[in-house]
């Protein structure tokens, strides 16, 4: 056989591969820009709890849906407690039997905490993040200043998200039914409220 004669170098294999792996790229990325989509992002942890954040993409492709990895990027120590956090918050506002007011206390309370995240890791108080309090003796400086900043930034994208259920008037009867409000509730209201 002929194919058994050409002598194969590493540098052979991996230009191969990544000649591949580039074609794949350009595909999946051509079928992106032509299609509609919708992202998911996902955190995983593996061997050595090493976290990683993935995001998969899914598509319409010849009248089937398909989902592909987009990519799969190493988070640093102390993200994967922010995810847990937030997948924390994800699950308390999620479900039918959720009303606005269990989702806005909820998020409320959420986006206060990141001030209390944000004052105990510029003081190395890492209580609230278990993954840097393993590795408390080898966070830098530096590094402090990027979880500050990541705690900053992902409140203020909460605020911008959330601002119609944070700003959300809400009745105080409707808070706190015990009380009376008369000034608030209608007079066909009041006597009922009296009898809760």
């Not at 794949?24 to 990683?52: H, R, Y």
């Amino acid at each position: 056989m002929t194919i058994k004669r050409i002598p194969l170098s590493n540098d052979s294999v991996r230009k191969c591969m990544n000649e591949m792996a580039s074609n794949v790229e350009d595909k999946l990325c051509s079928l992106l820009i032509s299609n509609e989509i919708t992202l998911q992002i996902d955190e995983s942890t593996i061997c050595g709890n090493q976290a990683l954040l993935l995001g998969y993409v899914r598509f319409i492709n010849k009248n089937e849906i398909r989902e592909e990895l987009l990519f799969a990027l190493d988070l640093p120590t102390g993200t994967k407690d922010i995810l847990d956090k937030c997948n924390s918050l994800i699950m308390q506002i999620q479900g039918d039997i959720v009303s606005f007011i269990k989702a806005r206390n909820a998020v409320t309370s959420f986006i206060v905490k990141f001030d209390l995240f944000h004052r105990n890791i510029s003081r190395r108080e890492f209580y609230q993040f278990p993954s840097l309090n393993n590795i408390a003796e080898d966070v830098t400086d530096d590094q402090l200043l990027i979880y500050s900043a990541h705690i900053r930034a992902l409140q203020d994208d909460m605020k911008i998200r959330f601002a119609d259920l944070i700003e959300m008037e809400m009745p105080t009867w409707l808070t706190d039914p015990f009380i009376s409000y008369e000034k608030e509730m209608g007079i066909h209201l009041q006597e009922e409220m009296t009898e809760l």
